[in-house]
């Protein structure tokens, strides 16, 4: 792996933003196995050609403040960053949990229980009110966690601590919203906004079951993938990239100016795009709107949150029309 940085930094700067070294432990870990297939599999097998812009690290340097921040917070019984593994289907499974810690002790034949905490620096559009509008009321957070990736990941923290002994039944996200602002919360009241700049987000929590059912299915998976040339691992989602649906508008164009025509920015399938252009046209045939087909944005791919563009046939030959 390779970093360089697009503009001059201070060195102190720049190793502070390379120094996040990859510390692989066992066969997969926890963080790999919620990736898409292509994008683990390539990662693991160009990571030392991969090219990093140090400037796209400053979202992990954050992190890694915080969770240091987090592991200072001395409590009796905590369990703090602490990587262990389990076995599923013969494979070793690393994980590593923010802060695991005792919020009730023991009592008669009920057994001490333990809460995770995990640390997140999301955009704000991440936290959203329950169904009721709500966030908390006095005695909980009643706004939940409905990332898939986070849930899946905690609760895989969760199985393995009860795998080793720990009566994990509790589990939150500690989101601190990087993007939030006082003014849109309390002046121009944006709404459904997030009440505060870090807000709890409690995880639902999967059975054992369930929990074990995942892990096997994405070991499978990922041991299935691994066998695969790199032209034939499965291909990124829409959902797996980031990338909204394709979408059809009605435009007009004026020199090199071409824009949508009110109300036709937005269709899902060209059919309602043209439906909607042939009446528009019968209405204003003196500026006839034609119907153009517009690619949704791959955010994943195209904004550099992907290691493995660079060696993603899917993103060289389907997405991006001048590759590199
Ligand atoms: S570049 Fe895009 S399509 Fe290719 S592996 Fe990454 S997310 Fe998937």
């Known amino acids: ?33 919620g990736l898409p297939p292509q994008i683990a ?15 796209d690290m400053a979202f992990a340097v954050r992190g890694n403040i915080m969770h240091s921040a987090l592991a200072n917070v001395k409590m009796a019984g905590a369990i703090v960053e602490e990587r262990f593994m389990i076995n599923i289907l013969g494979k070793q499974i690393s994980m590593k949990a923010d802060y695991v810690w005792p919020y009730q002790e023991a009592e008669g034949d009920s ?11 999301p955009s704000r559009y991440k936290a959203q009110p329950d169904p009721q509008g709500h966030w908390y009321t006095q005695n909980e957070w009643t706004a939940q966690c409905s990332d898939e990736g986070w849930i899946k990941q905690v609760n895989c923290y969760a199985y393995g601590m009860r795998q080793r002994g720990f009566m994990v039944d509790d589990l939150v996200i500690a989101a601190f919203l ?27 929590l999967w059975g054992d079951d369930q929990c074990l059912n995942y892990l096997e299915s994405r070991v499978r998976l990922m041991e299935e993938s691994l066998l695969l040339k790199d032209e034939e691992l499965p291909e990124c989602s829409n959902e797996d990239r980031w990338a909204k649906p394709d979408l059809w508008a009605a435009v007009t164009t004026t020199g090199a100016t071409t824009r949508a025509v009110t109300g036709g920015s937005k269709f899902e399938d060209p059919m309602s795009a043209n439906t909607f252009n042939d009446t528009r046209n019968a209405k204003k045939p003196k500026k006839l709107s034609t119907v153009e087909f ?23 030959n389907k997405i991006k029309k001048n590759p590199f």
Not at 15 to 28: P, R, T
Not at 193 to 201: C, G, R, S
Not at 294 to 305: D, F, H, T, W
Request: glycine share 4%.
């Open 178 to 204: 990087r993007d939030w602002s006082w003014r849109e919360c309390h002046i121009t009241k944006v709404r459904d906004y997030p009440p505060h700049e870090m807000v709890i987000q409690p995880v639902p």
């Open 111 to 121: 057994p001490r229980r333990f809460q995770i905490i995990d640390m997140k620096d």
């Open 294 to 316: 517009r690619a949704a944005e791959s955010i994943r791919c195209e904004r550099g949150y992907c290691s493995a563009a660079a060696f993603c046939g899917q993103y060289k």
């Open 41 to 55: 599999i390539l990662q693991r097998r160009y990571r030392k050609s991969l090219k990093i812009n140090v400037m």
């Open 1 to 33: 792996m390779e970093y360089y940085s697009p503009a001059p930094l201070p060195t102190p700067i720049f190793k502070l933003l390379s120094g996040d070294e990859y510390d692989k432990q066992g066969d997969w870990s926890v963080t790999e196995l």
